[in-house]
């Protein structure tokens, strides 16, 4: 009796079209997977930023602070702030207070959900000496989001183009940080007292809120989806914001915040205002019209 099997032809050609098909479909799967994560990471910004426009509406119209703040009025405006507040052990009543002075824990209220801080494209980052694992320490979130520094304790009504203004932005790049939130960009105020933002002028002089930069890093890209990352408005909306500036070369002022980009993606220079005094596209006051001659920096 016969026994029909495959040839050795037959069985090479049904590897070859096993393997055309698998590379023609994996780039597809990737392509799929990176549409879900920048989808997903839109829809997690997006209500970041209505739970940012409630706390207004809950509190005069003032939006939340970027840092945390002493009872003495000091700013931490550089720290890594715990999130939530009290998750390290060891510390006092009065420090998880100045912690939950930070907008990523004043808005948990309305959020209810520490996850969705934290890119579904980004890398984790720990720090090292943290107690995660320490006797006592509760639960942490990881968090991506940077919210915009110059709005510390600001009147919501004080910004010219909400539909514009970066509220919150990915602006470390693909950096998830566990536990930790940081703002970005941050005031300088280094001294007592108020820590407000003040309008850019020729005679910017450092005091209390006349001065603003990026924090910056040379490790994690700004192309977190695709080139480019997740950007939410001052109105809550959310859009997917270019950063494919020339690698090594200037980028386009009026639409990104960095000025050179590496061949990763990371860049540690930015776009300050005519006058040297703010990280420009997040002041609030400015009109996205006039953009003067801005500085690399």
């Not at 098909?21 to 829809?43: C, E, G, N, R, Y």
């Not at 808005?107 to 943290?130: C, E």
């Not at 001052?234 to 386009?252: E, F, I, L, Y």
């Amino acid at each position: 009796m016969l026994r029909r099997a495959f040839t050795l032809i037959e069985l090479l050609v049904v590897i070859a079209i096993i393997a055309i098909l698998a590379a023609i479909l994996f780039p597809v799967f990737a392509q799929a997977k990176a549409a879900a994560k920048k989808t997903q990471d839109l829809s997690q910004m997006k209500q970041v930023g209505t739970a940012v426009q409630i706390y207004a509406s809950d509190h005069d119209d003032s939006l939340p602070l970027a840092y945390a703040v002493s009872p003495t009025g000091f700013w931490y405006t550089t720290y890594l702030i715990e999130v939530p507040a009290d998750w390290a052990p060891g510390y006092s009543a009065a420090y998880y207070a100045e912690n939950q002075n930070h907008v990523m824990n004043s808005t948990q209220p309305y959020l209810k959900n520490g996850g969705i801080l934290a890119s579904n494209a980004g890398v984790t980052r720990t720090i090292s000496g943290a107690p995660y694992t320490a006797a006592g320490a509760k639960a942490h979130h990881t968090v991506n989001l940077q919210y915009n520094g110059l709005l510390n304790g600001l009147s919501a009504t004080a910004i010219n183009r909400p539909s514009q203004l970066p509220l919150f932005s990915q602006n470390r790049g693909s950096m998830n940080i566990k536990g930790f939130a940081t703002s970005n960009p941050y005031l300088r105020c280094p001294t007592l007292g108020a820590c407000v933002y003040q309008p850019s002028s020729p005679t910017c002089n450092g005091s209390n809120g006349t001065w603003s930069e990026m924090l910056v890093n040379s490790t994690y890209s700004q192309w977190v989806h695709g080139r480019g990352q997740i950007t939410v408005q001052a109105d809550s909306s959310a859009k997917w914001r270019s950063m494919n500036g020339p690698v090594g070369g200037r980028s386009d002022f009026r639409s990104m915040y960095w000025t050179r980009f590496n061949a990763n993606g990371a860049s540690t220079t930015e776009w300050q205002d005519t006058n040297f005094c703010h990280t420009m596209l997040f002041m609030p006051d400015f009109d996205f019209e006039n953009f003067g001659t801005p500085i690399e920096y």
